[in-house]
T-cell receptor, first 115, second 114 residues
């Protein structure tokens, strides 16, 4: 009964391909996030959805498109993959957006390698 | 905007000793939360401890405690009685009351020696 799950865990693909990463949480949380961890381990927010509504859209190339079919799922689709997209992508969730005290629970991460 | 600074890229600690990981932050938000996460070599992000800006007492969770000094804008993590399993990267993070995202520091790698 994993709280936040992501598939796949590893993704190796070639430049120019399109790929998707799926995320599901069974915690009943309202808010979900995508973070990117680069090769230097730095974590940065990409997107956030609150009850299926996009609330954070940081400076991310248009090739990245999140989709939230319901509040338990947040998927990330990446078009025309580039070498610089290689990173670990984390999905996370929290009880409610805009409340400083609510911790975020992270999925196991998806290691994307673009060759 | 929130800014988190972790100045120690790596630390070594002897098993059973305590270690303090530094974290300073900058924000104009009067209400905020401070978090510490652990990332072992397996890669997952594990929530450790939370401190609210209005909390009067320092947070504690088992062997983890947070040394919160609001005036100095610091939120150091103390791990007592270190164990080999504590070897990991540790991230300090912050979230303002009007902020939906966590802002992370660069992380500190802790290596526990037997």
């Amino acid at each position: 009964d994993t709280a936040v799950s992501q598939t796949p865990k590893y993704l190796v693909t070639q430049m120019g391909n399109d790929k998707s990463i799926k995320c599901e949480q069974n915690l009943g949380h309202d808010t979900m996030y995508w973070y990117k961890q680069d090769s230097k381990k730095f974590l940065k927010i990409m997107f956030s959805y609150n009850n299926k509504e996009l609330i954070i859209n940081e400076t991310v190339p248009n090739r990245f498109s999140p989709k939230s079919p319901d509040k338990a799922h947040l998927n990330l689709h990446i078009n025309s993959l580039e070498l610089g997209d290689s990173a670990v992508y984390f999905c996370a969730s929290s009880r409610r957006a805009g409340v400083a005290s609510y911790e975020q629970y992270f999925g196991p991460g998806t290691r994307l390698t673009v060759t | 905007a929130q800014k988190i600074t972790q100045t120690q890229p790596g630390m070594f600690v002897q098993e059973k000793e305590a270690v303090t990981l530094d974290c300073t932050y900058d924000t104009s938000d009067p209400s905020y939360g401070l978090f510490w996460y652990k990332q072992p070599s397996s890669g997952e992000m594990i929530f450790l401890i939370y401190q609210g800006s209005y909390d009067q007492q320092n947070a504690t969770e088992g062997r983890y405690s947070l040394n919160f000094q609001k005036a100095r804008k610091s939120a150091n993590l103390v791990i007592s009685a270190s164990q080999l399993g504590d070897s990991a990267m540790y991230f300090c993070a912050m979230r303002g009351s009007n902020d939906y995202k966590l802002s992370f520091g660069a992380g500190t790698t802790v290596t526990v020696r037997a």
